[in-house]
């Protein structure tokens, strides 16, 4: 069921409400869309990135090998973009479901690292994080500051270091997406907030959830692939349909 903005499904969302303040286990995935309040870009969309520029030119591993310092010069400027960014609402929310529940699974398409920032503790990072560099030599990680050098250098080897992103055509981290897909499995309620449900395999997350009956939210303000697996779509943005499923967010005790 869809439930738009201000639209009259009170009980559809009163039953979810219900479900999930009696659930222990939850999975949730978030995309893009989750970091749009705070002034990131989405990737599709009006004002996505890949309006302007090509994926296949930005984030696969040929267009690294073909220009690596065009390359840098996206990551860099995402980075930073990133660094000067705060967590919002959405990102709150989810870090205070991982303290309140027993069993909560935080799977991210997201590269910028804000879960971690707004307290999340644990985040399965299926696409990896623009705030570290990956030595491509030794595999180093070395945290990224504000300003730095392209291309970057690993700090153990002194070899070029790549961004700690997964590109097109890459394996996602194996044990992350693991995980990530036995979270899904038992999860009681599954959310899934502001992905468009496009990119394999994690949008194959949310069909998982659904197939072992679980209870599937969906916060997008469009419809999308995902949509016919939701027991529930709110088509509201990701802070207010957090809002809407969880009530407003108090500050944490003590
Ligand atoms: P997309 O840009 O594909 O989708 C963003 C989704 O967020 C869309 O469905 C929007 O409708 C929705 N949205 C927009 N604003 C929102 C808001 N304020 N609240 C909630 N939802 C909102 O981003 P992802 O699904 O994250 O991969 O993209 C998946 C992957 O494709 C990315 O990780 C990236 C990209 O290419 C790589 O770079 C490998
Ligand atoms: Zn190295």
Redesign the pocket.
Known sequence: MSVPVGGGAEAALGAVRARLARARRVAAL?????S??SGL?????AL???REHR?EDL?TPQAYARDPLLVWEWYAARFHAAAAAAPNG?HLHLARLEAQLPDFTLVT???DGLHARSGSRRVLE??GNLTKSRCERCGHLDALAPGFALPPCCSRCGSRARPN????GEHLPERAFEAAAAAFSRAEVALV???????EP??SLGRLAAQRGAVVVE????P?PLTPYATLSLR????S?LHALLGPLTPPPG
């Open positions: 978030t995309g893009a869309g989750v749009a309040a870009p989405t990737f599709r969309g996505g990135f890949w994926a984030a959405a398409q997201n590269v299926l696409h992103v997964v590109w097109f907030i502001g992905t468009s449900g496009v990119v994690a949008a916060i997008n303000p469009e999308t509201q943005d990701a802070v349909g």
